[in-house]
């Protein structure tokens, strides 16, 4: 009985110095100010961000559907991911984004405002915005910044690609569609529009063709947007007021875009635990690198 008190004594001093011994620094989740993400494997998420405060900018007349189909960010050889994202269309201006990820910062938002808080809502979607001037064709790109919720970076002036017709000709919804080709963004690109809707704008930047852009691939097929719908539409062209620093320009964009991927880390480790579930699980480091697919490469 005695040897059974001492040992029992002892176990206690074991558990309770072990309790009292802290935590190293990195792996403590409160020194984060952006809570613990969790990932699967090696990738970079979306954090939900509250859409209830935005600015009107049009109403869409027209909104097409396109499935996006791009390369995962978690493994080269896993299949590609298919993102539904929306081309609204008013008079002045246009709006193309992931109803996706729409859909999720409205959970986001909804949760936000009957509770206070959403809990850790992360997601994996395409996170661009495309807003567009039909007047003088000028295009405006917002990225979503992964692991920081409500940030934004704003690309302004952004090009369009130039154009090769051709007569070759297919039927797509219904629609006679025209074929045309560009080299746009380090990419070359296979495009089929139609003049039934006579507007110059298309998913994306694959604008300045006289008629709106039904399908586009990538000639290597590792991009491809198809689109699944168009219907009349009477609604409202959303910009949301998320947090955005200085402008960029376009190659500032691709060389920052190019760091997230390489030195994930060093850019969002310091903010925010990400702990991986997947395969590899555990804390990511240094070491951590997200495959790098681009959409654009120049």
């Excluded at 539409?233 to 320009?249: F, L, Q, V």
């Excluded at 964009?253 to 997947?278: C, N």
Aim: with cysteine; glycine share 6%; hydrophobic share 35%.
């Amino acid at each position: 009985m005695k040897f059974s008190l001492l040992f029992f004594n002892f176990v206690l001093c074991c558990v309770v110095c072990k309790a009292q011994k802290p935590i190293p620094s990195r792996l403590d989740p409160r020194n984060y100010p952006n809570g613990v993400a969790m990932i699967n494997d090696s990738e970079l998420v979306t954090f939900g961000s509250d859409i209830s405060a935005y600015d009107t900018l049009d109403t869409a007349r027209y909104m097409a559907t396109y499935d996006f189909t791009y390369p995962s960010n978690v493994r080269f050889s896993d299949p590609p991911l298919t993102d539904r994202m929306t081309l609204e269309i008013g008079n002045r201006k246009t709006a193309f984004y992931s109803l996706d990820l729409f859909k999720d910062d409205s959970l986001y938002t909804y949760r936000w405002r009957q509770s206070g808080r959403a809990g850790n809502f992360n997601s994996n979607h395409v996170r661009f915005f495309v807003y567009g001037d039909r007047q003088s064709q000028e295009l405006e790109v917002q990225q979503r910044m992964p692991m920081q919720s409500g940030r934004v970076v704003t690309i302004p002036g952004e090009a369009i690609p130039q154009w090769t017709i051709d007569t070759l000709a297919c039927e797509m919804l219904g629609y006679r569609c025209l074929r045309a080709t560009t080299h746009y963004g380090g990419r070359d690109w296979t495009v089929w529009f139609t003049l039934e809707i006579p507007f110059s704008v298309g998913p994306w930047k694959l604008w300045g063709l006289p008629g709106l852009v039904l399908r586009a691939e990538e000639v290597q097929g590792m991009f491809s947007f198809i689109c699944t719908s168009v219907v009349v539409a009477e609604r409202p062209i959303r910009r949301y007021r998320w947090r955005s620093g200085k402008p960029i320009d376009h190659d500032a964009w691709l060389k920052l875009e190019e760091r997230m991927h390489r030195s994930p880390y060093a850019m969002f480790g310091q903010d925010t635990q990400i702990v991986s579930i997947g395969n590899s699980p555990g804390f990511m480091d240094e070491n951590w690198e997200v495959p790098y697919c681009p959409l654009e490469l120049e």
